[in-house]
């Protein structure tokens, strides 16, 4: 009887194999059908596509057939003629050096693969929402352990261990390949007349260092970033008053974004042009850069967005799409405008010493296109906006939950009347531990994307070269394996113990301390680091010498605002008596 139903099994498997196999023809048919209908003009994508999500089908359908048919039915069998009971399901054997089978990526663990749609079908049928992906990924850790396999056109391999992270992010290569945001080089590539053949975000190899050396030298110059803190003094101050006039009766800021991203847009434009743009001291705060503010927040909601999904965008304009081409439409004109401004009252007689340095060496640049210098500046401009209103307000999220953190805070910075120097910064060591920890519990970037450049051995897995795998720092960080008490916010674990000299008894040091990348590690770190991490301890230092804050938002407005961008910040600004 045991034969009989191995034999069941094998028609059964048979059968499976037919369907997946009228499957393909039928997939085959509907994709031919539908770029003829929609007169696509990008066949070549299709085709790729189709190529790279057919390889992952016809894996899984081997191994759902051979796999799980034959070799189980034969295994069923053999084992009914010689014993009575069916023993366990022996582990992988050795080969003949006595090693263990290496296990290939299509072992790992993950969510069930279905036909046509890999794993994306529990953002659609399951509970999981793109909303709350950061909680699904911590739940997807949980279940399936360090390592996790998803599908789309391609496997994704998901990593959750800090020691395969490391192996991954400080592999030494001189350009480590990230993969490109495939929206904004589908959009950018349909306008020629203002992007050049690359830009810095999708750039791979030779070409990414070339632009990444070019435009960004400015803000990562250690001179530069000295020379401009006496103007960001000043913003600081600005932003200050402006919380002061804009807080309702009751101390209320009701839409904290507004204020940050006008302090984002006017410290990135003082750094990289040279110039005041006056949004926070008049009435510039107008119709338009409102729609500049949330033309960025929903661009990169409609990047996260265009990650998950069938996306159909790259074949026809879908709604996401035509909403990115809007924002990204608003964003180049508004900050082409502001550039271009700039431009006509700059002299190009700035001092080497001069803030004005940055602006002019792009625009200066040799061997670059002027399309290239100006999505430089744009690229350079919009991505700060965004870090900064976000770090931010994840900071004050965290700093509000304990008094005591801001009277420290204001007490470390008591003794600076008016300017805050570079000096006051560097001693602030309990304020650059609250920027630390908050980093850690709170990141704006939870994961880091890599692909590949050799065959890895991650969590017991052959993976090999080519394979895209993502990092979740953010994971790793709240885990107790790597931070004590992980889900509490606590800056001094980062302090170190000091005698009265102030030399250093007792380095503290967590395990986990390799993982909190925000902005990422080596050559492919965001070269903004600097400017935000002087930007944020300003901020912090001027706004509690002044006030100290209530955070009024529901707690999981924590990561709800970074993926709605519509949705209200409020904070509770009171005098500090």
Known sequence: ???????????????????????????????????FLSYNPKPK???????????????????????????????????AQTSPVSPPAPSPPPNDAGVPTVRSIWDIPGPRRLPLIGTKWRYFFGRHRYAKVHETFMEMHRRYGPIMLDVDTVPIVNLFDRADMEKVLRYPSRYPFRPPTEIVEVYRSSRPDRFGVTNLINAQGAKWHELRAKLTTGITSRRVLQAFIPS????????????????????????????????????????VLGRRMGYLTTNRQNAKFMRLAEAVKESFVYIGESYF???????????????????????????AEIVYEALEEEQLNCPDNDVKHIFISILQTEGLDTKEKISGIIDLITSAIETLSNTLSFLLHNLSQTVEYQREIAHEFAHCVQHITNEDLVSARFTKACIQE??????????????????FQLSGYHLQAGTLVLC??????????????????????????????????????????????????GRRMCPGQKVIDIELTLLVAKIFQNFEIEYRSPLDTQFQFLLAPRTPIEIRFRDRT
Request: hydrophobic residues 40%; proline residues 3%; aromatic residues 8%.
């Open 45 to 79: 994508k299709i085709v790729e596509s189709i190529r790279s999500f057919l390889l992952h089908l016809l894996q899984h359908n081997g191994d759902a057939g051979a796999g799980s048919g034959g070799l189980q039915a034969a295994t069923a069998c053999n084992a």
């Open 472 to 521: 979740h720092t953010r994971v790793a960080c709240l885990s107790e394996d790597n931070f004590q008490q992980a889900d509490r916010f606590l800056p001094d674990r980062w302090l170190e113990q000091r005698d009265e000299n102030d030399n250093v008894v007792n380095k503290r040091a967590e395990p986990g301390a390799s993982v909190v990348l925000p902005f990422g590690i």
């Open 1 to 35: 009887m045991d034969c009989i139903g191995a034999e069941m099994m094998m028609d059964i498997a048979t059968t499976y194999d037919r369907t997946m196999s009228v499957t393909i023809v039928l997939f085959y048919t509907f994709v031919t059908l539908f770029m």
């Open 232 to 271: 960001v003094n000043e913003i600081c101050d600005d932003f200050v008053d402006l919380v002061r006039r804009q807080r309702a009766d009751d101390g209320t800021i009701r839409n904290f974004q507004d204020i940050a991203n006008s302090v984002g847009l006017e410290i990135i434009c003082c750094l």
């Open 309 to 335: 999904g069938l996306k159909l965008w790259k074949y026809v304009p879908t709604r996401l799409y035509s909403n990115f081409v809007r924002c990204e439409e608003i964003i180049y004109e508004t900050i």
């Open 438 to 455: 908050s980093y850690r519990i709170s990141p704006t970037t939870p994961c880091l994307a890599r692909i590949l450049e050799e065959d």
